[in-house]
């Protein structure tokens, strides 16, 4: 029982700093952190762009509407970083040109806004049978 104990206690003495990290840091790494906004109407759109983006192994977080003006190319703003996530992220949706816009305030890598041009693209076959 005492043994337990210091065992129990040992690890719970470590400090806080030397503790491995248990979850990626957004930007670090492969890891590519996105969000997706669609400025048209139609409806689903940023959800087929993220399964797009997430078959290429990219983490959207965020999916949603952008309230702003219906655009005619899709926009690939990178936030933070390299310009490298964003030329991933168009590759994998197939449209957009990355430029930088950093915004650290926003949390992510990289802003998709979905544009016209989005919806020219042959769909994705699905993967489920």
Do not use: C, Y
Not at 28 to 52: F, I, P, Q, W, Y
Not at 53 to 78: E, K
Request: proline share 8%.
């Amino acid at each position: 029982m005492l043994a337990a104990f210091a065992a129990w206690l040992r690890l719970h003495e470590r400090p806080a700093a030397a503790r491995p990290l248990e979850r990626s840091i957004p930007g670090e790494g492969d890891r590519v952190v996105v969000e997706v906004l669609n400025t048209t109407k139609v409806l689903g759109l940023a959800r087929a762009a993220t399964h797009r983006l997430r078959d290429g192994g990219i983490d959207v977080v965020a999916v949603g509407s952008d309230t702003g003006a219906v655009l005619d190319s899709t926009q690939v703003l990178v936030r933070r970083g390299v310009l490298e996530p964003g030329e991933r992220v168009a590759a994998a949706l197939g449209v957009g040109r990355p430029r930088m816009l950093p915004e650290p305030a926003r949390l992510v890598d990289v802003t998709v806004r979905l544009g016209r041009d989005f919806l020219a693209r042959p769909a994705v076959p699905a993967s489920d049978p």
